[in-house]
C-alpha cells in the first residue's frame, strides 16, 4: 500500500537553484520522514520530523509538516549535481512499518 | 549507527528456482523486520511484517506461499523466493525496528534478477 503521492514526479533544475518537492499523506501519522535514493541504491535517510513538529532543518534541507493538510514539503537549498537522485517521503503510524509516497525524481544540472 | 545488511546484494536465477535473502541487524537486536520490494523507477511497496518467533504479516496482493519469510532470531529475517519468475526481478529491501524504539533501519538491498 502507498500512503500518498509526491509532487512533482520529476524536477530538473540548475545547481545553485532551489528545490521544493511535496508530499501528501492520507492517514494519521506518528512522523514523516525523507529519503534519499540514488540510482540502482539504497535508501538514505535525510530527516524526521514528529507530527507535533511545523518546520525542521539540517544543513541545506528544510522540512515542513501541515497536519492539518496532511502534506510535507522538503526544500533543498543550493543545489549541487550531487543532489541529484530520487526522493521519498515516509509517513508511519505507531510503530507500524514506513509506507512510502511515490517519490520525486530531482536532476540537477551543472 | 545501527546498521542492518542484507546478503546475497546482487543475485541471477533460473526461471523456476528458489533464492533467500538475509537481513541482518548487527549491532543491535530488531524484534520486527520489514520487507519491501521496488520495481524500477518506482517506490517501495511494504511486502510484509515479520516478528521474531511468529508467523509474517503479508500485505494484500503478496503471496505467502511465494514469498516464505522466517524470523527465527532477534538479528535475522530471511526471504525466499520461491519458484522464481521473471517478473520477480526487482530491487528487495529490508529494515529493522529497534527493540527498543520505533525507528527503522534500511538494509541496502538486493537486486534479483529471474532469468
Known amino acids: 500500500s502507498q500512503q500518498g503521492e509526491e509532487d512533482p514526479q520529476a524536477l530538473s533544475i540548475q545547481e545553485g537553484e532551489n528545490a521544493t518537492m511535496n508530499c501528501s499523506y492520507k492517514t494519521s501519522i506518528n512522523n514523516l520522514q525523507w529519503y534519499r535514493q540514488n540510482s540502482g541504491r539504497g535508501l538514505v535517510h535525510l530527516i524526521l520530523i514528529r507530527s507535533n513538529e511545523r518546520e525542521k532543518h539540517s544543513g541545506r534541507l528544510r522540512v515542513t509538516l501541515d497536519t492539518s493538510k496532511k502534506s510535507s514539503s522538503l526544500l533543498i537549498t543550493a543545489s549541487r549535481a550531487a543532489d541529484t537522485a530520487s526522493y521519498f517521503c515516509a509517513t508511519d503510524g505507531a510503530g507500524t512499518a514506513l509506507i512510502f509516497g511515490k517519490g520525486t525524481t530531482l536532476s540537477v544540472s551543472s | ?115
Not at chain 2, 518467533?53 to 522466517?70: H, M
Open chain 2, 1 to 115: 549507527g545501527a546498521v542492518v545488511s542484507q546478503h546475497p546484494s546482487r543475485v541471477i536465477c533460473k526461471s523456476g528456482t528458489s533464492v533467500k535473502i538475509e537481513c541482518r541487524s548487527l549491532d543491535f537486536q530488531a524484534t520486527t523486520m520489514f520487507w519491501y520490494r521496488q520495481f524500477p523507477k518506482q517506490s517501495l511497496m511494504l511486502m510484509a511484517t515479520s516478528n521474531e518467533g511468529s508467523k509474517a504479516t503479508y500485505e494484500q496482493g503478496v503471496e505467502k506461499d511465494k514469498f516464505l519469510i522466517n524470523h527465527a532470531s532477534l538479528t535475522l529475517s530471511t526471504l525466499t523466493v520461491t519458484s522464481a519468475h521473471p517478473e520477480d526481478s526487482s530491487f528487495y529491501i529490508c529494515s529493522a525496528r529497534h527493540r527498543l524504539g520505533y525507528e527503522q533501519y534500511f538494509g541496502p538491498g538486493t537486486r534479483l534478477t529471474v532469468t
